[in-house]
């Protein structure tokens, strides 16, 4: 038995000497390279990582357009009509009754507004054209003769330049429409598959809720249940405020174009209203088509009138609409409204800046609650979200 002062064991030595040489000694890379660079270089492989998966993905997107983008239009769809599908079966109304209500109610609506905006615009038709043509030839009469003194080949020109410029930008737009389908035939089945997931997301979307969270793993599934659920409700807070505003941009910008006497008022009204899911996008175009008909048909004076109209619209949607409704429905800044919205322009064309929102909002809110790992917490979203009522509660996410 040797005592406190006496020499260790031959173990206690080597344990001891490689903690003092692991402790003092650095290795040769970490001396050479800067602490700095290190972390630095650690985020970028990960970083390279994540791109390489999301270039993938988006790879398998554009591949699979034709089933991707009917997919998201019917997930769209059944979140803008969940508010009154969900009043009605908390109301002991049978889901079966509920589901038919609800999408024939909004085929109706779809349908009727675009025909009382056809009939409309098929009543005025000849009247709007010709005092187009009027409208045109008076503006190049006062470009020539008035204080610019502009020649005609400068005109022509300038209407060139104006056409490619439109074109090139419109055909970024419509090249992501027609990724919806390249032939009629492409469009009818996309509608069909459209309808046909809508269908099965109000019949039994719990059902395939459940057998999603179930390709993870086991110790995974209460996290993504929580945050699946969270997720979905953002989208539904975002379809219900989007429907909101666009409710009150094609009222405010309809009754100004009735009022001040601008011809298809009710067709322009129908067009803000569908514009209004594209953000940005949808109320610029939307807005030029409400004061080129002013301008055209009415006069300039008029035209002032139908752009001051407009603006003041779009200033009440972007100044107090968007931040105080969408901003606490979506929780996204605005700034990465224009981003996101600018970015899927780029990358599907119209799809994309339609799909833009709502995705960011799902993206961050699942970001959100998977960070915070609030399933611990056994904190769920609001149980009202009747979609996920055949969906058996993990333990860890049992209210």
């Given at each position: 038995m040797?005592?406190?002062?006496s020499?260790p064991?031959?173990?206690?030595?080597?344990m001891r000497?490689?903690r003092?040489?692991?402790?003092t000694?650095?290795?040769?890379?970490?001396?050479l390279?800067?602490?700095?660079l290190?972390?630095a270089t650690?985020?970028?492989?990960?970083?390279?990582?994540?791109?390489?998966?999301?270039?993938v993905?988006?790879?398998l997107?554009?591949q699979?357009?034709?089933?991707?983008v009917?997919?998201?239009?019917?997930?769209?769809?059944?979140?803008?009509?969940?508010?009154?599908?969900?009043?009605?079966?908390?109301?002991?109304?049978p889901?079966?009754?509920?589901?038919?209500?609800?999408?024939?109610?909004?085929?109706?609506?779809?349908?009727?507004?675009?025909?009382?905006?056809?009939?409309?615009?098929?009543?005025?038709?000849?009247?709007?054209?010709?005092?187009?043509?009027?409208?045109?030839?008076?503006l190049?009469?006062?470009?020539?003769?008035?204080?610019?003194?502009?020649?005609?080949?400068?005109?022509?020109?300038?209407?060139?330049?104006?056409?490619?410029?439109?074109?090139?930008?419109?055909?970024v737009?419509?090249?992501g429409?027609?990724?919806?389908?390249?032939?009629?035939?492409?469009?009818?089945?996309?509608?069909?598959?459209?309808?046909?997931?809508?269908?099965?997301?109000?019949?039994?979307?719990?059902?395939?809720?459940?057998?999603?969270?179930?390709l993870?793993?086991?110790?995974?599934?209460?996290?993504?249940?929580?945050?699946?659920?969270?997720?979905?409700?953002?989208?539904?807070?975002?379809?219900?405020?989007?429907?909101?505003?666009?409710?009150?941009?094609?009222?405010?910008?309809?009754?100004?174009?009735?009022?001040?006497?601008?011809?298809?008022?009710?067709?322009i009204?129908?067009?803000?209203?569908?514009?209004?899911?594209?953000?940005?996008?949808?109320?610029?175009?939307?807005?030029?088509?409400?004061?080129?008909?002013?301008?055209?048909?009415?006069?300039?004076?008029?035209?002032v009138?139908?752009?001051?109209?407009?603006?003041?619209v779009q200033?009440?949607?972007?100044h107090?609409?968007?931040?105080?409704?969408?901003?606490?429905?979506?929780?996204?800044?605005?700034?990465?409204?224009?981003?996101?919205?600018?970015?899927?322009a780029?990358?599907?064309?119209?799809?994309?800046?339609?799909?833009?929102?709502?995705?960011?909002?799902?993206?961050?809110?699942?970001?959100?609650y998977?960070?915070?790992?609030?399933?611990?917490?056994?904190?769920?979203p609001?149980?009202a979200?009747?979609?996920?009522?055949?969906?058996?509660?993990?333990?860890?996410?049992d209210e």
């Amino acid at each position: 038995m040797t005592g406190p002062d006496s020499t260790p064991p031959s173990r206690w030595r080597g344990m001891r000497s490689d903690r003092r040489v692991v402790g003092t000694v650095r290795p040769e890379a970490e001396q050479l390279v800067p602490r700095g660079l290190r972390v630095a270089t650690a985020y970028a492989w990960r970083l390279l990582v994540i791109a390489a998966g999301v270039g993938v993905l988006v790879w398998l997107v554009i591949q699979l357009k034709l089933l991707v983008v009917p997919l998201l239009v019917a997930i769209l769809v059944t979140a803008l009509v969940w508010p009154a599908f969900s009043f009605m079966v908390r109301h002991r109304m049978p889901r079966w009754a509920a589901i038919v209500v609800t999408v024939v109610a909004a085929v109706a609506v779809v349908t009727g507004l675009l025909t009382l905006a056809i009939w409309q615009i098929t009543l005025q038709w000849s009247s709007v054209q010709a005092r187009t043509v009027e409208g045109i030839d008076a503006l190049r009469t006062f470009l020539v003769t008035g204080p610019l003194h502009l020649t005609e080949a400068q005109i022509d020109s300038v209407i060139s330049q104006v056409g490619d410029f439109v074109q090139q930008r419109a055909q970024v737009l419509w090249t992501g429409a027609l990724a919806i389908g390249a032939t009629v035939g492409h469009l009818a089945t996309g509608a069909l598959l459209a309808l046909f997931v809508l269908l099965c997301l109000l019949a039994d979307g719990g059902g395939i809720w459940r057998w999603t969270t179930n390709l993870f793993p086991r110790p995974a599934r209460a996290a993504i249940d929580g945050a699946g659920r969270a997720g979905w409700r953002s989208v539904v807070d975002y379809a219900r405020t989007q429907l909101l505003v666009a409710s009150i941009d094609a009222v405010g910008i309809s009754v100004g174009a009735f009022l001040l006497g601008v011809p298809l008022a009710l067709p322009i009204g129908v067009l803000v209203f569908l514009g209004a899911f594209v953000p940005i996008v949808g109320a610029v175009v939307t807005g030029a088509v409400a004061v080129f008909l002013a301008l055209v048909y009415n006069g300039w004076f008029i035209a002032v009138w139908m752009l001051v109209v407009v603006l003041g619209v779009q200033q009440l949607e972007g100044h107090i609409l968007q931040p105080l409704l969408m901003g606490s429905a979506v929780k996204v800044h605005p700034l990465a409204v224009v981003l996101v919205v600018a970015g899927g322009a780029m990358i599907a064309g119209i799809p994309g800046a339609l799909f833009a929102v709502p995705m960011a909002a799902f993206v961050n809110v699942v970001w959100v609650y998977l960070s915070d790992r609030a399933w611990e917490t056994g904190h769920i979203p609001s149980t009202a979200d009747l979609i996920w009522s055949t969906v058996p509660r993990t333990k860890k996410g049992d209210e």
